[in-house]
């Protein structure tokens, strides 16, 4: 019998495709129980004010909640124990101040989602309109008016790093300052947040059903608002429709809905609409760069000095905090070069917005953007072609392990080989000769590229040094052969897209040889897993991977070891594989083995391991301090001078993430990633006005890509094993979507450049464009 | 959101629809691609909607010797579907391809969109710049308007609250005409950002050069024919004509306008 690979590596159809295929997934929206009510919440219609009252609709006291009937309950909380950090509580309602448009004021229940939003309408608000922050480069004047009581200034934190900055800038031959911006965005996954709870009697627990990356932060969470033991709270994440961030956060309608629920004893939904993702809640990405670069005149980066803003909104967001993007640009910015001098200093601002949250990329994509367009700016000053700047400065292959700048252990890989690799593919010497000959229809070519490495799966010494609420320690998974010999993993990662039931279920083939159609992934429940973190920065094929490896080992064993007494042969010469224990003189099925353990428990031998068939155990990488993976995402660009608009001719990347245990899977992570990224450079933008006002509050303003903003792009692999993780995978989750607003930023002020103009903001926007040109035109 | 409360009524017949209309309160309602949203957003809160696609005369196509009528209640995703008899050589199919996405053009209706009269709409543009008239049925009987006149402004037409749109009446031009219409949108299926379309029929001695999008009703520009023949700069017409453009609205609203003449002389279809 010929049976194909289906382990580590292997391009393995997705075991989950069929129910979402077919329409049989089950979200948070697809729930209904008996008696349940749905709510509507009431929003702040400003961005900052004090809050006088609160008027309920006449006879709907019972159906209208305010900040005054949640006692006991407190807010959220997410302290850094970064020195310095100023504390924020968000309210779960907001009780006498209101710090941006769309927070929650009121939930109000009613039979029908129309019904309690009639009631939102009909509850009134008494206000005290005060002036609003509402730029991040204002919120430090000394005349901004301050969020939080208490506060000097409306920072968070100001964080920094300085190592070798001075000497090593000293003599540079060229310094080029450039500012830079990333625009305020909102993450979009398909299905936006949804909850439903209920008071399970039996179980004497409350029920918190909830589309999120991490169903145990947020028991952590809800216990602590609540003040109700965990053993008294139940999270489940049903199937969860795209996540990227959105989704990791403990959010304040959980609360509020885990409150109602026990309030009410009656189930209670909310399902977020694109209206309250857009305006109220799913803000990230926005930040800004004074950056200046010092090279010297035949081409060695020799340091790089920045300030940098992050625009981190009114409330600290659990369990991420609101400063881990601010200080994680200066312990990243140097990306994937040498350099022996580096200062940075970072503000986490507040300002009245929505908290900012951990987007697909979190910090890199804005620190790839600066860094990456500062890497053209100097190597044009110097007179050299980007490619050849960068590959003198890459970090090589030989000298993996590195210690960056930043003390950041680069695992393994060949940056350089990468660059060459997505050269030679673009012939960038033919692009030049026609971007020289020039366009027939008189747009302008430009070609771009961006080089970056993203640290995933950072585990304890990482996490417990920026002090948040949550790090992650051992991930652990339990693996359990049913009497059929099929195998349940249950994991406390959540899968949404990440593709998990199919590729922990092929590391367990690996290992087990168990048939992957016959492995049942449990997870996304705080009552059937082991505790986790959850689905975040790139580490669940990683950690979760590691896990199941380690638990499936440890089954192996002990499989083994029943097959010995079956075969009469010694365990240790006994190999798994293909859904059977193979002796020196037979073999018998996974599913014997099951059988004999859970039916026929007499035909075991006296002093069989009583362990039995299920185990569960820790994993924790070599070192804890990350895989990187990395990539070089080349774009070539036509950009219309008459409309601004920019065009995507070819988009390709080169993209490094170890051991591959699914390249498939591996290539849609990364396509999606750098569709997201793509919408970055491209089109998304959520604009504030001066009153805190968001401007993009439907997809008629909030441009997304679509298919056809969707170029094709081709993926090369490289698989250079990562020493510190099981098989040598490394994360790479969110690598597409830091590459793309560089390499597309890059490919523009390429095409720009004929004009003396150049972007300095993402999403390139026509209406920049056409402002660099006319700015261009008048220098 | 949901929409606040309201009833429906679906009319069988043209005059029936606007019987229901006589009340304050209702609005008739088509494909609800531009309403349902209003509607969700609470920005439109009738009590009572007339789903007028029902309605026999509003699914109806009638040829006529020099024109021929749509009825307001054909869908985008029709016109698309080459499905209708083509009063033009072709140029109606291609207009509606761009128009949104599938979805929407398999709902939203020509009807409802001239009535809606979003100044970026296609059929706005495009029907002005073709010269049609639109047909009307109100309580007091039917009347026609040239698009210039029925379209008043961004979302404001000459239609009365109980009046309906029939149909749209469209003149049959032949192989000599030529056609283009250019839009520049920021991504496939958005409203367009500036439009322009250019009409030269030599038979019926008609030139057209229309500039749309700009935030109020498509605005003729003067002297199409030295447009038309390059005797004139588009840029300057589009100077002289949009002042009350922002200066990039202009720029963008001038390269819609140079590139809608140029496909017009190479014969390409837009
Ligand atoms: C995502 C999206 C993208 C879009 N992109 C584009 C685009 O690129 N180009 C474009 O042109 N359009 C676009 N549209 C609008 C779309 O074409 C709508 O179909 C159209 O504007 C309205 O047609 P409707 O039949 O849906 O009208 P409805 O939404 O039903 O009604 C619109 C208005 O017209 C009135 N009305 C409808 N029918 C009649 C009638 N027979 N008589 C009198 N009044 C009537 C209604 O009372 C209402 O005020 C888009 C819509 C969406 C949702």
Known sequence: MNIPRQGVGAPVRRLEDDRYLEGRGRFAGDIRMPGMLEVAFLRSPVAHAGLRGVAKPEGAAHQVFTAADLEGVRGIRADSGLPGFRSSVQPVLAADRIRHVNEPVAACVAPSRAEAEDL??????????????????????????????????????????EQGFEAASADAAIRIRRQYRTSRQCMSPMEGRGVVAYVDEQADQLVVITSTQMPHIVRNGL???????????????????????????????????????????????????????????????????????????????????????????????????????????????????KMDGFRCRTWSVATNKPAILPYRGVARTGVCFAMELMMDELARGIGMEPAEFRRRNLVTGSEMPFVNITNKIFDSGDYVEALDRSLAALDLPALRARQARGEPDGRHLGVGISI??????????????????????????????????????????????????????????????????????????TALTPYSTGTWGSRCIVMAGGAVATACEELAERAKKIAGTLLQADPDAIVLGNGEARGPSGSVTLAEIGSVWYHRPQDLPEGVDPAGLEATKGYKTVRDTGTFSYACHTAVVLVDPGTGAVEIEDYRITEDGGVLVNPMVVDGQVWGGAVQGIGTALYEEMPYDSEGQPLSTTLAEYLLPGAAEAPSIPIAHMETPSPISRFGQKGIGESGAIGPPAAIGNAVNDALRAFGAAIDQVPITPERVMAALARGERA | ???????????????????????????????????????????????????????????????????????????????????????TPGWLAPIARRIAYRAVRNRGTIGGSIAHADPAADWVATMTGLGASVRILGPEGARELPMAEFVTG?????????????????????????????????????????????????????????????????????????????????????????????????????????????????????
């Open chain 1, 120 to 161: 939102a309408e009909a509850t009134g608000l008494d206000l005290d309109i005060l002036p609003a922050v509402h730029d991040m480069l204002k919120a430090r004047d000394p005349d901004a008016p301050l969020l939080h009581d208490g506060w000097e200034e409306n920072v968070f934190l100001e964080s920094g790093f």
């Open chain 1, 223 to 337: 216990a602590e608002c609540l003040g109700i033991d965990q053993g008294r709270i139940r999270v489940i994440a049903p199937d969860v429709g795209g996540g990227f961030g959105y989704k990791g956060i403990l959010l304040a309608e959980e609360v509020m809905l885990g409150w109602l629920a026990l309030k009410l004893r009656r189930p209670v939904r909310w399902i977020e609409d694109r209206r309250e993702q857009l305006a109220g809640n799913a803000n990230c990405r926005e930040h800004w760069y004074d950056i200046t670069g010092y090279a010297s005149a035949d081409g060695r980066l020799l340091a790089v000095e920045c300030e940098a803003i992050v625009d981190s909104g009114a409330y600290s967001a659990y369990p991420f905090s609101a400063c881990l993007e601010a200080a994680q640009v200066a312990s990243i910015l140097p990306g994937p070069y």
């Open chain 1, 452 to 525: 970056f490495c993203e640290q995933g799966a950072h585990g304890t010494s990482v996490y417990s040094g920026w002090g948040i609420p949550m790090v992650p320690g051992f991930e652990q998974a339990t693996a359990r052969m049913t009497p059929d010999g099929g195998l349940e993993l249950r994991v406390g990662v959540q899968s949404h897209g990440q593709s998990l039931e199919t590729t922990l279920a092929q590391i367990a083939n690996e290992v087990l040889g168990v048939d992957p159609a016959k492995v049942k992934l449990v997870h996304g429940d």
């Open chain 2, 1 to 87: 959101m949901k929409a606040a409360r309201f009833d429906l009524h679906l009319a069988a017949d043209a005059a029936e629809a606007v019987r229901h209309l006589q009340g304050d309160d209702a609005k008739p309602v088509a494909g609800s691609q531009s309403l349902g949203p209003m509607l969700n957003l609470r920005l439109a809160r009738p009590g009572l909607l007339v789903d007028v696609t029902r309605c026999a005369e509003l699914r109806a196509v009638t040829e006529e010797a020099e024109d021929v009528l749509y009825g307001a209640a054909l869908t985008h995703a029709e016109f698309e579907d080459g499905a209708l008899p083509d009063a």
């Open chain 2, 154 to 270: 961004a979302l404001s037409t000459a239609l009365g609250p109980d009046e309906i749109v029939t149909a749209i009446r469209l003149p049959r031009r032949g192989p000599e005409a030529r056609w283009s219409y250019w839009k520049f949108c920021r991504k496939v299926g958005e409203f367009a950002k500036a439009s322009a379309c250019v009409l030269a029929d030599p038979a019926r001695d008609e030139y057209r050069v229309l500039a749309a999008a700009i935030e109020r009703a498509p605005v003729a520009l003067p002297d199409p024919r030295a447009l038309i023949e390059g005797r004139a700069d588009p840029r300057e017409a589009v100077e002289a004509a949009l002042p009350f453009l922002s200066p990039e609205r202009r720029a963008l609203q001038a390269t819609a306008t140079s590139r809608a003449l140029a496909a017009l002389e190479t014969g390409v279809p837009a």
